[in-house]
C-alpha cells in the first residue's frame, strides 16, 4: 500500500486561500486521525477567507465535517473506519467556565478552520473529546451539519415558552433552520420573515423574537415589532460590531438574551428524527471551493458542501434514499476503505 504523507487541503496564507499539499497531520496523544468525506460551508468559513474573521496564519480553513477514523482514538473508545463527527468548538477544559459547566462560553476556546486547522482537506487531526460517533442512520452530509443544528438547539436555552408569539427574523436557511428547532419543542406558531417584507409586520406584536442576520437594520425592526418587555434572541456571531438601537430597546424594556450552542448529542438526536435533506445541495469537489465560498455569502441559498473525494463515497447520491438503504451503502463503503500510513517523525 503506497504511504499517504501529503493531501489537499484549502489554505488561507496571508490574505490568499489557494488548494495547496501539504503533510497529513500526525495525531498527538489523544487525538484522533479523521478521513474526511464531507464538509459543510458556512458564513464562518467565508468571513475566514475573506479575512473579516481574524484566525491563525496559515491555516486549513473549514469546520463542519463528518468522516471516519483512520487512526488513533484507541484509548477513547474509537478505531480505525468508525464513522465520526466532530463539534469544532473545543473548550479549554480548564478555566472557570469549563469546570462550572458552560465549556460552550469558555473564552480560551480554539475553533477548527479558525484558530487552528480545520476540515476542507483530506485529514485532520482533532482532540478525541470532541468526536462523537455518527449514528449509524446518519449519513455523513447529516453528520456534517450538526454543528449548525448545534447552533439553532441553543435557542431553546432562552427564556421563551410555547404558547408565546414568537418570530424568527430573516428568511435565510439559517431562520428556516431555527423554525424546525422550535416547532419540533412546540413552538408550533412561531414565524418567519422576509428582510425585505413588502407586508409590514405589526408594530409592538412579539413577545419574542430570534435574529439571524445581525445587521443595524434587522435590530430596528426587531426592537419596532417586539412587544414592550419582549426578548431578543441572539444566536449570530458577526464578525464585527453591530449598531444597535439601545435607546429604542430602553425605552421598550426590551430583554437581550445571547446563546451560543446547545447540546451537541442532541443535535445529533435531532438529525435522527428530522429529514433535513430539503436544506442540502449536493457535496461539490474540494477543488470548486472558491465558487462555493463566492455563493454561500449570504447563506440563503442551499446549503453547500464539498468533499475531497468525489466519486468514491456512494452517500453523494444517497440523499433520496431511506436511511435503512443508506446504512447498507454505508457498509459497503467502510470495507473499502484503505488506512492510511504515516511517515516517522
Ligand atoms: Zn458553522
Ligand atoms: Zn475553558
Redesign the pocket.
Same mark, same amino acid.
Given at each position: 500500500m503506497r504511504e499517504v504523507t501529503e493531501m489537499r487541503a484549502v489554505v488561507k496564507q496571508g490574505r490568499t486561500v489557494q488548494m495547496c499539499r501539504v503533510p497529513v497531520p500526525a495525531p498527538e496523544p489523544g487525538e484522533v486521525l479523521i478521513r474526511i468525506e464531507v464538509a459543510g460551508v458556512c458564513r464562518t468559513d467565508v468571513f475566514v477567507a475573506q479575512g473579516r474573521l481574524s484566525c491563525a496564519d496559515p491555516v486549513i480553513l473549514g469546520h463542519e465535517f463528518a468522516g471516519v477514523v483512520a487512526a488513533g482514538g484507541d484509548n477513547d473508545g474509537f478505531a480505525t473506519g468508525d464513522r465520526v463527527v466532530v463539534m469544532p468548538a473545543i473548550?479549554?477544559?480548564? =478555566?472557570r467556565?469549563?469546570v462550572t459547566g458552560m465549556?460552550e462560553c =469558555?473564552?480560551?476556546?480554539q475553533f477548527l478552520g479558525v484558530t487552528r486547522h480545520g476540515a476542507f482537506a483530506e485529514y485532520i487531526a482533532v482532540p478525541a473529546a470532541v468526536v462523537h460517533h455518527l449514528p449509524q442512520a446518519l449519513s455523513f452530509t447529516e453528520g456534517a451539519y450538526a454543528e449548525p443544528v448545534c447552533a439553532s438547539l441553543a435557542v431553546l436555552k432562552a427564556g421563551i415558552q410555547p404558547g408565546e408569539r414568537g418570530l424568527i427574523y430573516g428568511d435565510s436557511r439559517i431562520a428556516e433552520l431555527t423554525k424546525r428547532v422550535l416547532v419540533a419543542a412546540g413552538f408550533s406558531t412561531a414565524e418567519t420573515c422576509r428582510m425585505d417584507a413588502s407586508a409590514p409586520l405589526e408594530t409592538d406584536a412579539y413577545d419574542f423574537v430570534i435574529e439571524t442576520e445581525p445587521v443595524a437594520a434587522a435590530f430596528d425592526e426587531i426592537i419596532r415589532v417586539l412587544r414592550p418587555g419582549g426578548r431578543i434572541v441572539l444566536k449570530s456571531r458577526p464578525p464585527a460590531p453591530v449598531a444597535v438601537d439601545l435607546a429604542a430597546a430602553v425605552r421598550k424594556e426590551v430583554v437581550f438574551e445571547a446563546v451560543s450552542y446547545g447540546s451537541f448529542t442532541e443535535s445529533l438526536e435531532f438529525l435522527r428524527r428530522h429529514d433535513l435533506d430539503d436544506l442540502f445541495d449536493d457535496a461539490r469537489p474540494l477543488e470548486d471551493f472558491a465558487e462555493v465560498f463566492a455563493t454561500d455569502d449570504v447563506g440563503e441559498n442551499l446549503k453547500s458542501f464539498l468533499t475531497p473525494f468525489p466519486g468514491d463515497a456512494n452517500w453523494v447520491t444517497s440523499r433520496h434514499i431511506d436511511k435503512d438503504e443508506a446504512l447498507l451503502d454505508t457498509a459497503d463503503e467502510l470495507s473499502s476503505l484503505s488506512t492510511p500510513k504515516f511517515a516517522e517523525g
Open positions: 473548550p479549554c477544559g480548564a =478555566c467556565r469549563c465549556p =469558555c473564552p480560551h476556546y
